[in-house]
């Protein structure tokens, strides 16, 4: 039976356009589904699907989503990312995960492998390029960024929010001198200066946040010259986040990015204390944030 699917004109291109025809006739793609976004059950008979095709330097592995949480579209991660998504769905299926016929083969069960968590609320570290070079680009060393993940009250709403914030001072690419250009560099990419946090930052066009398989895989931002998205920040392991985060990402379909140079926010254990750190960097002009959208291209 033909099937309802989102096949992107990225997703085509790598997987050819027999194995897209194939896919639509319903020959290689599975009826029933676990979205490999909020992870709840999924029919490519019955409602639209988009297909999410990880790319490793190897490898490649192609998921289902709801094509309400997930454009179809090319993600490339690293080939131990990806072979993490093989071992957990074969290890999912030996030990008789319910699931759907014909869905072992691909990676809906389970997203790619990824990041331990702290303070129950998601976890902290990760290496990315620096903010604003051009992604693969030759560099001396790369960022180690810290992740955190809480939800943040504005304007008496709750919003899913990430702070970002590096363990050392981050130089602009080829400079010499020491310094830390962390926010000028990210300001240049779209992100506001934030004096306080009263109001929903603007939405930054472009760059998405990767909520895969109930858990975060990475911040992406726009390839080079238009080409699909690239990781900016990406988990060596998934980071979990709780249950009150998914759902309010799921219902806002956006996160909210607030970054704050190094020793501004720490290691906090409790939202309320993220908060009052959030307002303090605000405060002394040393926050920036965008509001990204949850996987968007």
Known sequence: MPRMLDV?????????????ERLLAGENAPGGYDCTSCRTPGDS?????????????????????????????????????LQGAVRSITADAGAGQPGHPGQAGYAGQAGYAGQAGYAGQAGYAGQADQPGQTPGAAAPEQAVLGVTSGLVLIAGELHPALVVEPTAP??????????????????????????????????????????????????????????????????????????GWRTAANKHQQVLLFAAPVGSIGRQPREDLLRDALDRAAAEGKLVGAALPLAGT
């Open 8 to 20: 992107s004109d990225d997703v085509r291109a790598e997987i050819g356009d027999e194995e897209a």
């Open 45 to 81: 008979e019955q409602e639209r699907t988009s297909t999410v095709l990880f790319i490793g330097e190897e490898t490649a592995v192609l998921a289902f989503a709801h094509a309400g949480c997930l454009p179809s579209q090319v993600v490339k991660v690293t080939e131990e990312q």
């Open 170 to 243: 981050i130089a602009r690419p080829g400079a010499t001198g020491v310094g830390d250009d962390f926010l000028p560099l990210l300001i240049e990419q779209g992100f506001m200066p934030l004096t306080a946090i009263e109001t929903v930052p603007a939405v930054l066009h472009g760059w998405s946040v990767l909520l895969a398989m109930g858990r975060l895989h990475a911040v992406l931002q726009p390839g080079p010259s238009g080409g699909s998205p690239v990781a900016w920040w990406q988990a060596h392991q998934p980071l979990q986040v709780t249950e």
